[in-house]
């Protein structure tokens, strides 16, 4: 009688031990890096650019795509898709072909092992001459000049940062918040080609 007792005993502290680590919910895993990404709701054109920048450096494809009209488009400027074209395809970049490239480029980030702080690195300047529009209404036109870098990229690394220049078109919804439709990709008017503009150094991971 007493053996059964004990068993019963055991079996109960069992029961109650598989309880509290099996079936006890676990914490969701974080599905995309950078959970403490700040974040502003975009109810100006240019904070989107804000959340661009802060999602880019926190390497989130899902808040990086966000900040993404559905009908998202990047256009390579001209003189480099004349001058890299033959090698890499710029053509019909859409919202889709965005993701996909970003997700490569933050992988390859990650992957060379640097400091998390060292990772990826967005600078986006104000143009004095090409100011944001202090009342857009629908759709706007952000200019920015701008210095990226991606951590082990040969073509946009810490020792040559991508340069260039953007044109973002601005899109707002109906219930007053913007995203981006465009990013108009152009050299900057100093370019000598040591240094490669976004587009061209984004097509390699594309």
Not at 85 to 102: K, L
Not at 152 to 172: H, Q, T, Y
Request: with cysteine; proline share 6%; net charge negative.
């Amino acid at each position: 009688m007493r053996k059964r007792f004990i068993f019963v005993l055991c079996l109960l502290a069992l029961s109650a031990a598989v309880s509290c680590s099996f079936f006890d919910p676990r914490d969701p895993a974080d599905p995309d890096p950078g959970g403490g990404i700040p974040w502003q709701q975009p109810y100006a054109p240019a904070t989107v650019v804000i959340n661009l920048l802060n999602s880019m450096e926190g390497r989130s494809v899902a808040m990086t795509m966000a900040n993404c009209d559905s009908s998202y488009l990047f256009i390579a400027d001209g003189a480099d898709t004349t001058e890299f074209g033959g090698s890499w395809n710029f053509s019909d970049w859409d919202y889709d072909v965005e993701q996909n490239t970003m997700m490569n480029v933050f992988n390859a980030a990650q992957a060379s092992l640097l400091p998390e702080d060292s990772l990826l690195s967005v600078t986006m300047n104000s143009i004095d001459s090409l100011a944001d529009p202090v009342y857009p209404v629908d759709s706007a036109l952000i200019w920015r000049d701008y210095e990226i870098i991606v951590a082990g990229s040969e073509d946009c690394g810490w020792e040559n940062p991508a340069k260039g220049r953007v044109m973002f078109i601005m899109l707002e919804d109906n219930y007053g918040l913007w995203s981006m439709k465009r990013w108009y990709d152009y050299r900057p008017d100093d370019y000598t080609g040591e240094f490669y503009t976004w587009g061209r150094a984004k097509v390699t991971y594309r």
